[in-house]
């Protein structure tokens, strides 16, 4: 879907009613592709998210040997496994904007032999991944990487295995990028966790990923060590399903809160994968009510929306859905323990205080979070969206209660959420 380089958004007259089409989870898909092509078989996927994040994965395990084919039409990608080797000796990685790629692909590329250059983005090139070259250059992996951001190159001689320490306070994915590839390491590897933990939801997510293929992940103190046995052989299930993607689904929940409507995501329950289904707990403390069964996750939004004080570092990138709707609350919302948000895409919480006050919004922001405090009526203006797909989808959630909204910049949903525009305005319809 093409769309013009500034979209005004509608307000609604009455309450959203209705199901909302969410794709598939941009980390279940990351991680799933890997594991697939560490696997010892052919495995599909279904159900996968079709948008840039994931086609960068895609393309880098193409340049790293791999089979892989993709029916975008069905949102399904085949992927034949080499039972932990990599085919390439030598491959060019582009990663673009994607975090998930960059921090899955490096791990992933050590284990075979040759050279394997990584790079992005000009944005990329300023997110940080030093801690994970230094856990791998601890396990005995050869890696340039002389800013801490990319381009980096690794110089691979197979991944032994040994013991290593990885920082997670600025991202969980490092951690999860070892766990990934360590199961096909030569011999065991131990991985110690220094400092804060971030995102624990995420790495519990990759922990659960790999043992559905077959690996042995022991989970020690706390989480806080991970002993991993060496030569471990993958196994394809065969078929694996991905579910909707709860980042994704936050917007359309919101969007029930602020037009008191309801709005139901189908096949995700409160049994998934994805920690950030806990943003429905956050609405259900601003007054909505919520139903969780196993095929589904319902809100209901209630007449008038409260503040809350939450710490979000669990489900960070909810911070912006939450943050969209806080100016129409009755009293402030806190949301804390989030400074890790500063290296995405772009610097989150500085972006989300500059168009909150764009919009007339009184919004006090610390080092780790924001202090947001309620607006009786909001400002119409043109929303930067800083080549962010969260800014883009969250603030159409604020268009929604408030007229003269223009988002610039809205094709950045292809992020992550191509037709993101196209499903919100079919859900504003179906009531």
């Given at each position: 879907?093409t769309?013009?380089?500034q ?10 009613i ?9 980390s279940?898909?990351?991680r ?16 996968a998210?079709v948008a840039?994040?994931t086609q960068?994965?895609?393309?880098c395990?193409?340049?790293?040997g ?5 029916s975008n ?5 085949r992927?034949w496994g080499?039972?932990?080797t990599?085919?390439a000796s030598?491959?060019?990685?582009f990663?673009g904007n994607s ?7 490096s ?5 075979g ?5 990584l790079d ?5 090139r300023e997110r940080p991944?030093r801690?994970?070259?230094e ?6 992996v050869?890696?340039?990487c002389p800013?801490?951001?990319p381009?980096?190159?690794i ?6 295995g ?7 306070d ?14 096909c ?5 131990i991985i110690c ?19 559905q ?7 020690l103190?706390?989480?806080r ?15 694996y399903?991905?579910e909707p993607d709860a ?8 969007a ?9 995501i189908?096949n995700?329950?409160p049994?998934a994968l ?7 707990d ?7 009510e ?14 008038t929306?409260h ?5 979000m ?12 709707i ?11 323990n989030v400074a890790?948000?500063?290296h995405k895409?772009?610097?989150r919480l500085s ?6 006050q764009?919009?007339?919004?009184r919004?006090?922001?610390r080092f ?5 405090f309620?607006?009786?009526q909001?400002l119409?203006?043109t ?14 959630i604020t268009g ?10 809205p094709?950045?949903?292809?992020k992550?959420?191509p ?10 319809s179906?009531?």
């Open positions: 879907m769309l013009p380089p979209l005004g958004i509608t307000p609604v007259s009455s309450p959203i209705g199901t909302a089409f969410v794709p598939g989870s941009k279940i898909t990351n799933a592709l890997a594991l697939a092509a560490l696997a010892d078989d052919e495995t599909l996927l279904t159900g998210l840039d994040d960068r994965m895609q393309d395990l193409v340049e790293l791999f089979r892989v084919e993709a039409t069905v949102h399904e990608v992927v080499c039972e932990g990599i085919p030598n491959a060019q990685l990663v975090g998930t790629t960059a921090r899955f692909i791990p992933i590329a050590a284990l032999y040759g050279e394997f250059l992005g983005v000009e944005r990329m991944i801690d994970l070259a856990a791998l250059l601890k396990l005995g050869e890696i340039d800013t801490g951001c381009p980096l190159t110089h691979a001689k197979g991944l032994q040994g013991c290593t320490i990885v920082r997670s600025s991202s969980s994915q490092f951690l999860s990028g070892l766990l990934l590839a360590a199961p390491a030569t011999k065991e590897t966790v220094e400092g804060p933990i971030l995102s624990a939801p995420y790495i519990e997510m990759t922990v659960a990923m790999v043992r293929f077959g690996g042995v992940i022991e989970v103190s706390g989480g060590e991970y002993r991993i046995p060496g030569g471990q052989k993958l196994k394809s299930p065969g078929t399903a991905i980042s994704a689904a936050s917007y359309f929940f919101a029930a809160a602020v037009t008191a409507g309801r709005v139901r189908a995700l329950g049994d994805q920690g950030d289904v806990a943003f429905v956050v609405l259900e403390q601003m007054g909505c919520v139903t969780k069964a196993p095929g589904f996750i319902e809100v209901s939004g209630p007449e929306l503040g809350v004080t939450v710490d570092n669990a489900i960070s990138d909810t911070v912006m859905t939450l943050a969209a806080a100016p129409f609350a009755d009293s402030p919302t806190v949301i804390e890790h948000i500063r895409e772009t610097d972006a989300v205080a500059t168009e909150l764009r919009l007339g919004v919004v006090e922001e780790d979070g924001l202090t947001i309620p607006a009786k909001l119409p203006a929303i930067q969206t800083y080549d962010d797909h969260r800014m883009a989808m969250a603030f159409a929604l209660r408030s007229p003269g909204i223009v988002i610039d910049n094709q950045c949903v292809a992550t959420f037709d993101f525009f196209a499903r919100l305005e079919e859900l504003c179906a009531g």
